[in-house]
């Protein structure tokens, strides 16, 4: 609750019936739901936030937490810190464990307090760098790839 009044979360994209109905009658000062955008309104929004949230379903049987959102494709494009709320090791955690990324656990809320907490300090001090992530996984680097089929190619 103190942090509440110096963050504001904008969401993008559908939302199911619960959560609509959640914040129909519960409505947020600090989540705003803007529905659905086109892809280039996504990516301009991403590129003004600070930080790029994904939270994965929370499945308990890891051997079936595989699923990979496409959203994290497009927040490495936008290059900036990414917190994944997800499963301990989901694909997800998997992809994220060697970017500019913070990983938690659905039900670790201490770990997403100290995230903000650190967060809000970085942006207090005016320390950019924090927030900008440059490092483009290799396997999803479209120059990488492109230089990696052109070595292919070069082969036949």
């Given at each position: 609750?103190?942090?509440?009044?110096?963050?504001?979360?904008?969401?993008?994209?559908?939302?199911?019936?619960?959560?609509?109905?959640?914040?129909?009658?519960?409505?947020?000062?600090?989540?705003?739901?803007l529905?659905?955008?086109?892809?280039?309104?996504?990516k301009?929004?991403?590129?003004?936030?600070?930080?790029?949230?994904?939270?994965?379903?929370?499945i308990?049987d890891?051997r079936?937490?595989?699923?990979?959102?496409?959203?994290?494709?497009?927040?490495f494009?936008?290059q900036?810190?990414?917190l994944?709320?997800?499963?301990?090791?989901?694909?997800?955690?998997?992809?994220?464990?060697?970017?500019?990324?913070?990983?938690?656990?659905?039900?670790?809320?201490?770990?997403?307090?100290?995230?903000?907490?650190?967060s809000?300090?970085?942006?207090?001090?005016?320390?950019?760098?924090?927030?900008?992530?440059?490092?483009?996984?290799a396997?999803?680097?479209?120059?990488?790839?492109?230089?990696?089929?052109?070595?292919?190619?070069?082969?036949?």
């Open positions: 609750p103190e942090l509440a009044g110096m963050m504001e979360f904008i969401m993008a994209g559908p939302m199911d019936r619960h959560c609509s109905q959640l914040f129909e009658k519960t409505p947020s000062r600090i989540i705003t739901h529905g659905m955008l086109s892809y280039d309104k996504s301009k929004l991403m590129q003004t936030a600070h930080i790029l949230v994904s939270i994965d379903m929370h308990p890891i079936k937490a595989v699923f990979f959102p496409s959203k994290l494709l497009d927040y494009l936008a900036r810190r990414i994944a709320v997800t499963s301990k090791d989901s694909t997800t955690a998997e992809v994220l464990k060697h970017q500019q990324a913070t990983i938690v656990v659905h039900d670790d809320v201490k770990a997403m307090e100290d995230f903000f907490k650190q809000l300090n970085a942006f207090d001090k005016h320390d950019a760098t924090y927030f900008i992530a440059r490092n483009i996984p396997e999803f680097n479209a120059r990488e790839q492109a230089g990696k089929l052109k070595l292919l190619i070069d082969r036949l």
